[in-house]
């Protein structure tokens, strides 16, 4: 095919893209996702169109950022950086155009001036050094052993089998099996070390006999060869002005080396065949591990047993002498003896807590007193865990490892958890649970969190019914919410849900020689690796009194607590008879008070007595109303996640000739906090999350806030060694303290 021909394929690709982000017709939803999907395929089976590609999209970036088409930027550019990741060949001149581009992206508010300023800065290094976004993507999600680049990462697909039926889990159990069998620690070592000399040799490298002698080399040649490429990678990149020039001479003796003296003439007279020129390297599906939540601290588990095989840092005794799954808390963690290194002079010591805890070397000599031991309380920013958000998630994938990377000094995150759920809103209702049960523990051990860096993903599957039932939408209500917020995660991972029932009905092919291209996976593939930006979601405490004269039961909810009036009554000790010829009608008498949510954020207190029939409390924005259903509905914006919206179904009662008679009428409010008691004899039965395994039943009285972050409870009993006057700090501190927000990455975040 010309080169005409190729670009002008890959232009109608493009424009496919596109129309499917613009114009959302009937014609275009039946192959929503598969697009992107379809394009990558195209460069993947052959890498020399990569850089007409490359172009294409920077052509229409560069358009869209002249004609202000906001909305299709985020995507292309997450397009563009997955096609360079993978690709060898490209320009110096591609990169820096793509480079210009993302530095004028940071002029733009969020989140275009985030997504741009992650993408330049491994522009940047990529530019420098071909082949390191590559290199180190691969060695992070292989777990392959490398003391430059120590990272590890790991994708948990949990799946709840009450709410997935047996034949989507094991489609997707033989999906991600079959596409990893032929992903040894061998073959990926072979395609580190074939896409480093081929991006920094370019035409220059026999492609094709370099990936055939790497082949054929033992296990030690090849690992040989692998910490070699590797070295030189990395050492290249952490240079403050890396030479392109110096690391091409070093790449070349490396290549010289495993092909012979023949290599430097066979490359002076244009290397391999036509044919045997530039084969594909393929970019390995990251190591996932399929997992049946049955047990509410399997997440716990799994995370602590992805740390505890190899660890490639020794933390200080204290943290050294924690046991990962005790159950006792380190009462003696703010009392760290270190080496002391200062004069000895009060003023002379660092404001900030330096040292703490070091790499030791393995010729590490025992613990020695010089000058005396310094004895400090930590900061309350670095005594708790800050969060398991990845905020230094950003240095982690681009920089170098240490530097401003660091949770403690001394002490990065070298490990990343990918923690990706499939279902419906009740798993995520599960998810909630499992992460505040996470930050809770925390508090008590702190032993995750410094090496740490948790990322939470989703994916809608509902069980197969007839779209016409409200239940059945209902049940993917968040998914719907973050496909409003970014469009680029509703064409991508939202299209999945009829995909992978798709998957599950088709029979299982048992010819493991046929090559076929598992969409399922390349899809979450896409979306652990490109989907950075996190969308937060307010987590909910709710106390459920079943005896005012007893202690409430405490529970937490993510998106839904919906409310029913029993139809039991309390005993008749304590109540007052209501009064004789009264109907009381349908529903029960409710005291509800409130704090109403204003734009001011001004607390306004509302306390309102009324008979209902049930509540529906949402943490999530439906996009119709607020305040009385008179008159036109107003638009709730998608960015107003922090706030319940309550839907209370009220019964008024009226009088006319034919007597007393009852009506519904649903009143809607929005508020942070509310307290709801039962005045009569009813009782409220509670559901949480939609899910019927999480049920109250026989409830009095039930109050709903914020959650709190569990490291306020934790702070009082670690900062013994403060003043009075810190202490005073310290407990106002705890008074506000900030509410839990659940992260869940999406491509974009919320696009305003």
Known sequence: MESSDVELDLQRSVQAV???????????????????????????????????????????????????????????????????????????????RTYAFCIRLLTLPAPYCMVALDCAIRLKTEAAVPGTLYQRLVIAEQNLTSELYPYQERVFLFVDPELVSPSVCSALLLEIEAAQVHQT??????????????????????????????????????????????????????????????HLERLEEIYCSLLGPAATARGRCGGDSLQDRQPGIPLPSPHITFHLWTDEEQLWKELVLFLRPRSYLRLSADLEALDLQGLWPDQELARVSVLSRDSGIERDLPLVVDELFAPSSPERPGLQRKGGIKKRAWPPDILMPVSWDGSLELHRRTGRPGGDGELLPGISRLYTARVLVLGDDRMLGRLAQAYHSLRKRETQKFCLTPRLSLQLYYIRVLAPQKSTSSRHSELGELAAFLGRADPWYESIVNTLCPAIHKLAEMPPCLDTSQTVDPFILDVITYYVRMGTQPIYFQIYTVKIFSDLSQDPTEDIFLTELMVKIQDSKFPKDGFSPKRRGVAEGPGAELSICYQKALLSHRTREVTVS????????????????????????????????????????????????????????????????????????RLLTLLLDKDNRRVFRDVVRFEVAPC???????????????????????ERTEVKAKPLRMPINTFSGIIQ
């Open 18 to 96: 596109l129309r499917e982000l613009s114009a959302q017709a009937p014609a275009v939803q039946g192959h929503q996702g598969m697009w992107r999907w379809s394009l990558h395929k195209k460069v993947e089976r052959d890498p020399g169109k990569s850089p007409a590609l490359v172009r294409i999209l920077l052509r229409e970036l560069e358009k869209a950022e002249s004609e202000d088409l906001r909305h299709v930027i985020i995507p292309l550019l997450h397009t563009l950086m997955y096609v360079l990741t993978k690709a060898t060949g490209i320009t110096e001149e591609l990169y820096r």
């Open 185 to 246: 620690p061998e073959a990926c070592m072979c395609h580190v070390v074939s896409h480093a000399l081929q991006a920094a040799l370019g035409e220059a490298c026999q492609a094709g006999a370099l990936q055939r002698k790497l082949q054929t080399s033992p296990r030690h040649t090849l690992e040989h060869y692998f910490h070699a490429v590797v070295a030189a990678v990395e050492q290249m990149a952490s240079e403050p002005s890396p030479s392109r020039e110096g």
């Open 610 to 681: 009324l008979r209902a029939t049930g509540l529906v409390l949402k943490a999530l924005p439906a996009g119709d109303t607020e305040g009385p259903t008179h008159g036109p509905p107003t638009v709730a914006p998608v960015t107003d996640n922090t706030c319940l919206t309550v839907t209370v179904t009220e019964v008024v009662k009226s009088s006319n000739l034919a007597g007393r008679s009852f009506s519904a009428v649903t009143n809607t409010f929005r508020t942070a906090n509310i307290q709801i008691q039962s005045q009569d004899q």
């Open 708 to 730: 709190p972050e569990p490291r306020a409870g934790a702070q009082k009993s670690k900062v013994l060694g403060l003043s009075s006057h810190q202490q005073q700090e310290m």
